[in-house]
């Protein structure tokens, strides 16, 4: 085998993992069964504080059953731990209070409120107001909302969807800036961990590079995300670390450069230049 990439597949602890500093969230030995299907089998990775950790692997490899395992949306062996606590028994809603969020492939969004509208209404945790304050302190509710509206216009921004767009409905904006609306709606208030699976999925070059920008910012401020991605060019520019997945198995843990240039998974995934 080339390059410094652990292969996985014979089991044993990868020395990668001891790599990771600061550490967020941990699966140890995630494993789950459709049936006689072994979907996932024996994964284990960490994802550090301010990292994206990319996880790749060819179709049916196991990758969105990997976050429906970690997300305690499917039965499962093995543990699963955030900041420090064994959330293996935690559901999935308790999850997201503890700041471990998700983004599917699908947007998500209410297509009958603005793109302002979304945002303020996943922001109502922090923003929310009751009728009964509304009723009796009218002055400092309206003051609330007006901070809601500005809040919830940050975080747009954050993601670089500009002001032009925030008063439109979602099926009215271009196609990226959707998905840039799915990703902030799912990152709301208080994420640490955000999911995402095929962030990219019919994204062209200019909103793609916009992508990458948003990542990166969102890594900067000190978020950690898991990206799975079949965008090699996207993964590779952006993970600090990348996980590949086949028939379920962890194949590979190491840098974007390690693994470009392991062996297994050039036969087995990204294909090999004559
Ligand atoms: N609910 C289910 N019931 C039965 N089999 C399932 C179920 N969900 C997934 N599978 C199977 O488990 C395997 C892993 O699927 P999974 O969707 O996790 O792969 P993936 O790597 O995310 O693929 P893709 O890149 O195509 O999205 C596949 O063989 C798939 O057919």
Redesign the pocket.
């Known amino acids: 085998m080339q390059g410094t990439a652990h292969a996985t597949r014979e089991g044993g602890g990868s020395a990668v993992l001891d790599q990771v500093r600061d550490t967020v969230l941990e699966v140890e030995g995630l494993a789950v069964s ?2 006689a ?1 072994r ?2 089998d024996g994964v284990s990775w960490r994802l550090g504080r301010g990292e994206i950790l990319g996880i790749i ?10 976050y ?1 395992a970690v997300t305690n949306l499917v039965a499962r062996e093995g543990r699963v731990v955030l900041k420090g606590e064994d959330v293996t028994r935690v559901p999935a809603y308790g999850l997201a209070e503890r700041g471990l969020r998700r983004a599917f ?1 699908q947007n998500a969004f209410f297509d009958d409120v603005t793109v302002l509208d979304n945002m303020v209404s996943v922001l109502q945790d922090v923003w929310g107001t009751s009728f009964a304050d509304c009723l009796v302190r009218p002055f400092r509710e309206r003051r609330r909302t007006g901070e809601a509206r500005r809040a919830a216009a940050a975080a747009l921004e954050r993601l670089g969807i500009a002001p032009l767009y925030h008063d439109r409905y979602p099926t009215e904006v271009p196609y990226g800036t959707q998905r840039m609306l799915s990703i902030a709606l799912a990152l709301g208030s208080g994420a640490e961990v955000l999911m995402l699976d ?1 962030p990219a999925a019919g994204l062209g070059g200019a909103d793609m590079e916009a992508l990458v920008v948003a990542l990166a910012r969102l890594r900067d401020d000190g978020l950690s995300l898991v990206v ?1 991605e ?1 965008h090699m060019d996207l993964i590779m520019s952006v993970a600090d670390r990348i996980v590949v ?1 086949d028939q ?1 198995r962890m194949l590979a843990h190491g840098t974007p450069a390690e693994i470009q240039e392991n062996d297994e998974v050039l036969d087995a995934y990204l294909g090999r230049a004559a």
């Open positions: 459709y049936g299907l979907a996932l692997g060819p179709n049916g490899a196991g990758k969105s059953t990997c429906d492939q095929e799975i079949h997945l379920g």
